[in-house]
């Protein structure tokens, strides 16, 4: 509030931008988990989240401070979805339920336990190096994903893991297709 002279509302916005992604990203980010990849697609996370971070670490006026949060939040939409799809190839059907929880408590698990850490590191060298770091950590494990991880088993010549035959890539146009259906149905 006192970095860019703003009232708790306007840093009420400034947080609510974050979940925001998850809801406007998840359609566009399955299809592209789809068709680029899960690997592909963490990786490109990463990256967004790491711009994000160091813009939001620099940022001179609030707006650009906004519009990192904005990149992190997708960011981080894009590595869930991509991280699901991964999980898709590599564990059971039955499992992924189980993988996907997994997953989830894990992160929220991180962000509790992540915050004293993080209060001590902006204590030390102040909030803007903080997350101009976060994003440089955030930028190498991006690195690493692309480096390490493989969409499926058998790129690494395993065997595969899900059962029956794998479907082939939804196309753009039956997935633009499916909105209506998607959008009309009470649970989602």
């Known amino acids: 509030m006192q970095a860019f002279a703003i009232p708790a509302a306007a840093l009420g916005t400034l947080i609510a931008v974050y979940p925001y992604c998850f809801v406007v990203m998840a359609l566009p980010n399955g299809t592209?988990?789809?068709?680029?990849?899960?690997?592909?697609?963490?990786?490109?996370?990463?990256?967004?989240?790491?711009?994000?971070?160091?813009?939001?670490?620099?940022?001179?006026?609030?707006?650009?401070?906004?519009?990192?949060?904005?990149?992190?939040?997708?960011?981080?939409?894009?590595?869930?979805?991509?991280?699901?799809?991964?999980?898709?190839?590599?564990?059971?059907?039955?499992?992924?339920?189980t993988v996907a929880g997994s997953s989830q408590s894990i992160g929220a698990f991180g962000a509790i336990v992540g915050t004293g850490p993080l209060a001590l590191v902006v204590e030390a060298i102040g909030w803007r190096r903080s997350f101009i770091g976060i994003g440089a950590i955030t930028l190498l494990l991006a690195v690493a994903c692309y480096v390490f991880i493989r969409d499926r088993p058998e790129d690494l010549g395993l065997p595969r893991v899900a059962d029956g035959p794998r479907a082939?890539?939804?196309?753009?146009?039956?997935?633009?297709?499916?909105?209506?259906?998607?959008?009309?149905?009470?649970?989602?």
């Open 32 to 97: 592209l988990a789809d068709t680029l990849g899960p690997r592909r697609m963490l990786a490109l996370g990463g990256v967004t989240m790491a711009a994000g971070s160091m813009l939001f670490g620099a940022a001179p006026a609030f707006w650009i401070a906004v519009a990192g949060r904005l990149l992190v939040g997708v960011g981080a939409s894009t590595m869930l979805i991509a991280s699901l799809r991964l999980a898709s190839e590599w564990f059971p059907p039955r499992e992924f339920a």
């Open 168 to 188: 082939p890539a939804p196309l753009l146009r039956e997935t633009l297709a499916a909105i209506p259906g998607i959008a009309a149905n009470p649970r989602s």
